[in-house]
């Protein structure tokens, strides 16, 4: 299903969003290039923290991962992020998540690990096929620290 868009008088009368602070270019506005660089900035700043810690396909069956952090409890737990991550082909499930302790961990033949028991932050669920990789699905919304960690 396709997202609606406002109506063009709408959209030539946003100046900006209030929830990330993105200014629209007004029309006629110029230097437009300069303007245009303005705006992407504000984008980059909004959509920064999405980046943190995502799973990223880097050609074959290469995976790297961008650098981030994340909370164990009271715990933050920094990832400096990694590249040239191999995974195995011809593999419907592979499970990327970092442990408690940021190791990131590669499971290419069960599952993620069980939330109740053990504190980790999912990443990603892989897929490769023909010495590729088919799919990445982003997992990072889930993550569970038991009671007492």
């Not at 997202?3 to 100046?15: A, F, G, K, Q």
């Not at 981030?68 to 998540?97: C, P, Q």
């Not at 069960?110 to 023909?130: C, D, K, W, Y």
């Not at 010495?131 to 919304?141: E, K, L, Q, V």
Request: glycine share 8%.
């Amino acid at each position: 299903m396709a997202e609606v868009y406002p109506s063009d008088n709408e959209l030539l009368n946003i100046l900006n969003d209030d929830e990330t602070g993105v200014e629209f270019i007004t029309t006629g506005k110029a230097p437009y290039y300069l303007e245009f660089r303005k705006l992407l900035y504000r984008l980059i700043l909004a959509t920064k923290r999405a980046n943190d810690l995502r799973v990223f396909d880097e050609g074959g069956l290469d995976i790297g991962v961008k650098s981030g952090k994340f909370w164990v409890g009271t715990t933050l737990v920094e990832y400096s992020g990694s590249s040239g991550n191999t995974l195995a082909d011809d593999r419907s499930n592979i499970y990327v998540y970092l442990d408690a302790a940021g190791n990131l961990i590669i499971n290419e033949y069960s599952q993620f690990p069980n939330m109740e028991t053990t504190p980790h932050l999912r990443l990603a669920i892989v897929t490769t096929s023909g010495g590729d990789i088919t799919s990445i699905t982003d997992a990072r919304c889930s993550f569970y620290v038991p009671s007492g960690v």
